[in-house]
T-cell receptor
């Protein structure tokens, strides 16, 4: 299993749709997880942190399943402005250095009118 | 807070020239990371520092790449000599620790011709 693996995408959904991304990770010792959003030609920006079973912030819900070693991101009522690449991020994913985060390849989301 | 500051934003250089990228982390952040992003390989960690000390440089491609952090508020990534395959976006990021997400700078888009 790769250190961090995301849904290949791309996802193309209409406005108002609900969309979910999954991400699996290999290091069972990983504790905290993150979802980042990256707009075209911009830097990645922190979207949500996931420390326990899940986290909700408005239309966004992140869930963690430690037994199956995956995290998910659910976006409800999609907006055009949600179009971006979503990166799954796992700390110490390779079981190596403290403080290191490993980024997935990203899932591209396009929300159309 | 001004965030993580990188310079230059864009750099175009000829093969064989030396390139120096600069980064100022957020004050109080003990960790500093250098990432490289390309379409083919996504975000790759090159090196990271904790309290100005290099912790993991296993991602540095080869001896042409070097990084320094002479103090808590400044780091450089140097490529000498540069090659066309080094063309990428180079991001610097900082964080307080592994339970916090990273804050990225705006990146340096490097083109080696």
């Amino acid at each position: 299993r790769k250190e961090v693996e995301q849904d290949p995408g791309p996802f193309n959904v209409p406005e108002g749709a609900t969309v979910a991304f999954n991400c699996t990770y290999s290091n069972s010792a990983s504790q905290s997880f993150f979802w980042y959003r990256q707009d075209c030609r911009k830097e990645p920006k922190l979207l949500m942190s996931v420390y326990s079973s899940g986290n909700e912030d408005g239309r966004f819900t992140a869930q963690l399943n430690r037994a199956s070693q995956y995290i998910s991101l659910l976006i409800r009522d999609s907006k055009l402005s949600d179009s971006a690449t979503y990166l799954c991020v796992v700390p110490n994913a390779g079981g190596t250095s403290y403080g290191k985060l490993t980024f997935g390849q990203g899932t591209i989301l396009t929300v159309h009118p | 807070d001004a965030g993580v500051i990188q310079s230059p934003r864009h750099e175009v250089t000829e093969m064989g020239q030396e390139v120096t990228l600069r980064c100022k982390p957020i004050s109080g952040h003990d960790y500093l990371f250098w990432y490289r992003q390309t379409m083919m390989r996504g975000l790759e960690l090159l090196i990271y520092f904790n309290n100005n000390v290099p912790i993991d440089d296993s991602g540095m491609p080869e001896d042409r790449f070097s990084a320094k952090m002479p103090n808590a508020s400044f780091s450089t990534l140097k490529i000498q000599p540069s090659e066309p395959r080094d063309s990428a976006v180079y991001f610097c990021a900082s964080t307080q620790g592994r339970y916090h997400g990273y804050t990225f700078g705006s990146g340096t888009r490097l083109t080696v011709v």
